[in-house]
């Protein structure tokens, strides 16, 4: 009995080895193969503004396509583009693993939930800088029916913001966010009007921000709150009404020149130095540091803030001069190098009215929406400089400069360009070497990309537009020129992604496999119900070897299922059509989630066992049953031959695993 019992443990024993959950891939360091990405932190972690502690980042707004025009919806945040910033491409998570920690935002439409977005951001450790889109100030009774009083439209569009987007949480904002963008460079956009001062746009957009906070029961001038700032333009602005109050810093203005305004238009402004005005002298300063760009535009805004009035405004919202003290941060655009960029604007910044003679730790803090040279942009070595140079800018607490976001994570396809395929051949020719000769003129702006896109697909889209279910496909992420990726994590202090897979493309023939599509989750119950019904007649479950980590989010479930059936039936056809499920699905080289890919063993009955049934008395003439004192041989001998069997067959099923995990370490380094 004793030795029927050992024997019988033993088998146990083996029995759990054949069951071992050999799924598992190592969570691991950026740019290692094979590896899963895991966030350092929980989507609820505290976190500290970057007017404390300085930061770096991307200018984020990856639209899924390569053709120029207008695009469905620019919203990043949504779980529709999921594919994209979460398991897919993990954009947020190459950005973090390159040393960024902010990312800025550009549309916002407020009718979807960007939850998801904010907890994946603030899990690898960025700072989110929202925007509002241009759409509150350009429908309903917009900016332009009201000579530029953009209140109510706005109210209306962030009462949203803070509800269905669900920026705020509990009487709190989200802890990711940071800043908000009320408007984006207001001085390009307003100015032009021929009516009321730009100014007015500014300020009753502010407004209406405080208004939905109060509604929503915050406290507009609490510190705790987020940031807000009015992200401006790098112009020199000479229609600016406070540029004159800028020539005591050395500021001068170019006229009479190119594409320059006339001196004469300029009055006062127009006349040389000696003569009080601000023309600028035949011979100017190293680096055109007597150049003032942006600097006009905040003074116009101080000023106005100084006197609503003014600019012909009053506020309706309680708490709004106190809110403007304790939250405003000043932002702008400028593709300008570290050097200048301290010279033409940090320096001279330092020294406006409402900074002058404070400590950098009291001065209004200041930042960059947009950062870039575009001297540089093809030269990967100087950028890395240039970003350093940059970086050290904000790390130096004796200005009050506090952070720039790169222009931009990925190629901007949609924007205007006469001559793509003019520029898929030049990028083609001097992706290694892009000095060598210049782009086609009309498509210069796809230089600023840090990222462009390759031909296999990572993951899909859900229905973009809110009204409608137009899926597109997400490409993977290649460098747009070789180096650059590398160039901005070496400044940022991080590690670029191995983008090998993508640069080399199908052309390769990389190994496929079938995974769902992270952004698309209306048809993926659908999917996987009709999946798993497929393999129970194959004799399988859809569930079977699956580990828990896999089990707990619907796109890994379906992951397990998807890549069972694939690699049963793959080789009975052409893999597209093996994998696509009612569009839950798509194959690709490179899934967002390695160690939820099923590894096979060999098929279980889903059908009942076969119940035996035992005799009372035996059939005549049975064999004589063995001696009692052989027994013991005969379970020696039936565990030494399940013993083998168990050991063959899990060699067979460690070499198994060792190979596709080989094939997808592969795939991914």
């Avoid at 127009?270 to 680096?287: F, S």
């Avoid at 899934?591 to 005549?620: I, N, Q, Y």
């Amino acid at each position: 009995m004793r030795l029927t019992w050992l024997i019988h443990g033993l088998s146990v024993a083996f029995a759990a080895l054949l069951l071992d959950d050999a799924t598992m891939v190592p969570v691991c360091k950026a740019g290692a193969a094979g590896c899963v990405r895991k966030p350092p932190r929980q989507p609820d972690a505290a976190t500290r503004p970057i007017a404390e502690t300085g930061a770096w980042g991307f200018s984020y707004g990856p639209l899924p396509t390569r053709k120029v025009g207008r695009f469905p919806n620019d919203d990043m945040m949504t779980e529709a583009m999921q594919g994209q910033w979460g398991d897919g491409r993990d954009d947020l998570a190459i950005m973090a693993e390159m040393g960024a920690t902010m990312v800025r935002l550009y549309g916002n439409d407020p009718r979807f939930d960007g939850t998801q977005f904010l907890d994946r951001s603030n899990s690898w450790g960025l700072k989110v800088i929202a925007g509002i889109s241009d759409y509150p100030f350009e429908t309903g009774s917009n900016c332009w029916k009201t000579d530029l009083d953009c209140f109510a439209e706005v109210q209306k569009s962030y009462a949203e913001d803070l509800t269905t987007k669900k920026f705020l949480s509990n009487g709190h904002y989200h802890p990711a966010l940071d800043t908000l963008v009320i408007t984006n460079e207001p001085d390009l956009k307003f100015m032009s009007s021929g009516g009321k001062d730009y100014m007015r746009a500014v300020l009753s957009a502010l407004d209406g921000v405080l208004a939905a906070e109060l509604a929503a029961g915050l406290d507009v001038t609490s510190k705790e709150n987020i940031h807000l700032t009015a992200a401006f333009s790098y112009s020199v602005c000479t229609r600016c009404k406070h540029l004159a109050e800028l020539r005591t810093l050395g500021c001068c203005l170019v006229c009479d020149s190119g594409n320059a305004p006339s001196c004469a238009s300029l009055g006062d402004m127009g006349k040389p130095q000696e003569a009080g005005g601000m023309k600028c002298p035949r011979v100017r300063k190293p680096r055109f540091q007597d150049d003032c760009p942006g600097l006009p535009m905040i003074m116009d805004l101080h000023m106005a803030m100084e006197d609503p009035s003014s600019v012909g405004y009053t506020f309706r919202t309680e708490g709004w001069k106190a809110a403007f003290t304790n939250r405003w941060i000043h932002s702008f655009n400028g593709f300008v190098g570290a050097d200048a960029l301290n010279q033409q604007f940090v320096q001279k910044y330092m020294k406006l009215s409402f900074n002058a003679n404070k400590a950098a730790a009291d001065m209004m803090k200041v930042f960059m929406g947009e950062y870039g040279d575009p001297h540089l942009a093809k030269d990967p070595a100087a950028l890395q400089r240039d970003l350093q140079k940059a970086q050290a800018l904000v790390k130096d607490q004796s200005n009050p400069f506090v952070g720039f976001n790169f222009f931009q994570f990925q190629v901007a396809y949609w924007k205007p360009c006469d001559n793509p395929a003019g520029w898929d051949n030049w990028e083609a020719t001097y992706w290694d070497r892009p000095k060598e000769a210049p782009p086609p003129a009309s498509c210069s702006e796809r230089l600023f990309g840090t990222f462009a896109l390759g031909d296999i697909a990572v993951s899909k889209t859900g229905g973009i537009d809110y009204y409608s279910q137009n899926v597109y496909s997400i490409p993977c992420l290649k460098p747009i020129f070789k180096g650059k990726p590398q160039a901005i994590a070496a400044a940022y202090g991080g590690q670029a992604p191995n983008t090998s897979i993508c640069e080399k493309g199908w052309e390769a023939q990389p190994a496929k496999y079938c995974v769902a599509a992270r952004g698309d989750h209306d048809p993926l119950g659908q999917g996987v119900k009709q999946v798993c019904g497929a393999l129970h007649g194959m004799g399988r479950d859809c569930t079977e070897n699956r580990p828990s980590h896999c089990a707990d989010d619907k796109y890994t479930v379906a992951d397990w299922a998807f890549s069972m059936y694939f690699s049963l039936k793959k080789e009975e056809g052409k893999a597209e059509d093996m994998c696509d499920f009612g569009g839950a699905a798509l194959i690709t080289p490179l899934p967002a989630r390695p160690d939820c890919l099923a590894k096979l063993g060999p098929p279980k009955s889903t059908s009942p066992e076969p119940v035996t049934v035992v005799p009372t008395s035996g059939p005549p003439g049975p064999a004589p049953s063995p001696s009692r004192s052989s027994w013991p041989w005969w379970l020696l001998a039936a565990a030494a031959l399940f013993l083998g069997l168990a050991l063959a067959y899990r060699a067979m099923r460690i070499r198994q695993n060792a190979q596709e995990e080989r094939e997808v370490a592969i795939q991914l380094s």
